[in-house]
């Protein structure tokens, strides 16, 4: 909430908030209403974030508060949760939800799968078992008054390489 990164210690402490200007994706409440939203740590020791209306994806040093925009060749929009497979690779849940791929350290990168997911479902947040992806969609539309969560294994579909 405030497209902000609240940094917390082990023990749930406040430290600091990381605030960026481009964090702001348009102007007006309601379209930065859902902003930040996944958040992963890179063990290079950077955070990667996703935004959700606008669709950016942030490198961000956490000592230093600095932001970059991740030059992604693909859409993120509607990218909620992030998982990262390996350095280079990162899972991002979402409706759909996205393989994204980078060869330089999260300078750019491009969507490289896709995946959809059970109907009437949104893919909230993934993780990795056994190097298989499983997505949490959440949000019963249509399915009656009961929310319920379904996991998927995620099955990404390639994309065509863009030139």
């Known amino acids: 909430m405030g497209n902000k990164i609240w940094k917390v210690s082990a023990d749930g402490e406040p430290l600091g908030v990381i605030k960026n200007a481009t964090f702001v994706q348009r102007k007006g409440p309601l379209n930065n209403f859902v902003g930040l939203n996944g958040i992963v740590y890179h063990p290079n020791g950077y955070l990667l974030v996703v935004h959700t209306s606008g669709g ?29 497979l390996s350095p280079t690779r990162l899972a991002v849940a979402g ?5 994204v791929e980078s060869s330089d350290d999260w300078e750019t990168a491009s969507v490289t799968g896709r995946y959809v997911g ?46």
């Open 95 to 99: 409706m759909p939800s996205r393989l």
């Open 118 to 163: 059970p109907i009437h479902r949104i893919g909230s947040s993934a993780t990795v078992k056994d190097g298989d992806v499983y997505v949490n969609h959440i949000f019963g539309f249509g399915l009656g008054k009961k929310k319920t969560h379904v996991i998927a294994r995620a099955v990404f579909s390639p994309l065509a390489a863009a030139s």
């Open 56 to 84: 950016d994806l942030f490198k961000v040093d956490p000592e230093t508060g600095s932001v970059r925009v991740v030059e992604v060749r693909g859409s993120l929009k509607q990218g909620d949760g992030l998982e990262l």
